[in-house]
């Protein structure tokens, strides 16, 4: 994805920004967060997102994503969407590119919020919610699939989500291994290398035991149907 594009893109969220939403965001009091789990960034603000992969390794990744989850749901899904989707009322924050100039741009929002002739839109969440929750939100952001990133894949998918749910699964490895080279497959709107996906959180749920054939199937039941 170019810079152009990107500060094209950066350049329309601005503008969707600054249009009057029907949906006011600045009259939601900012959840807590539990971030104890996450490494510590120290006290000043970074420009640069310190829980990417790249960066901190895959655990610590995978916990950010867990924890940036909760806090984005409860925090940022009135009005920017359920799984990061934008109704179209505020900016679609999945196509912020996952690189320091996205970063930035992602972070000063988040501190210090956005008000338009008087009227706070977003409020202020850095104060309250400190810099590990911004960026487990952000790392939570980033790892969104772009839109129709499962299609190719959508018939596969239903048919291993049937098997799961059969309860009747003879080869889970296989079928964790299968799910895996899937989502490696599905591309992010933010450019991040790893996609968040159905696909790839039903494979790191899938074992040998019959409860995880059960959740994983949950997984992709729920995942799916949103997607369709």
């Not at 350049?11 to 967060?33: K, R």
């Not at 969407?81 to 196509?95: E, K």
């Amino acid at each position: 994805m170019s810079r152009t594009r990107i500060r094209g893109g950066l350049a329309a969220l601005a503008l969707v920004a600054t249009v009057s939403l029907a949906v006011a965001h600045g009259d939601v009091a900012p959840q807590p967060m539990n971030t104890d789990g996450l490494p510590e960034v120290g006290e000043e603000w970074l420009t640069e997102n310190p829980y990417r992969e790249a960066k901190a390794g895959h655990d610590v990744w995978l916990k950010a994503v867990e924890i940036g989850a909760s806090g984005y749901t409860q925090n940022c899904a009135r009005c920017h969407g359920l799984g990061v989707v934008s109704g179209g009322l505020a900016p679609d924050l999945r196509f912020v590119e996952a690189e320091e100039h996205g970063d930035e741009w992602y972070v000063d929002r988040f501190r210090h919020g956005y008000t338009q002739d008087g009227v706070t839109k977003m409020p202020a969440f850095g104060d309250i919610l400190g810099q590990k929750a911004a960026w487990a939100i952000r790392t939570y952001i980033e790892s969104r699939p772009e839109d129709g990133a499962l299609d190719d894949h959508a018939a596969r998918l239903h048919a291993i989500r049937n098997e799961l749910a059969s309860g009747k699964v003879a080869d889970p490895a296989a079928l964790k291994k299968e799910l895996e080279g899937i989502a490696s497959q599905v591309k992010t709107a933010s450019g991040a290398p790893v996609a968040d996906s159905v696909a790839y959180e039903a494979a790191r749920t899938l074992g040998d035991a019959p409860e995880s054939w059960k959740r994983a199937g949950e997984i992709l039941t729920v995942g799916l149907s949103a997607t369709e």
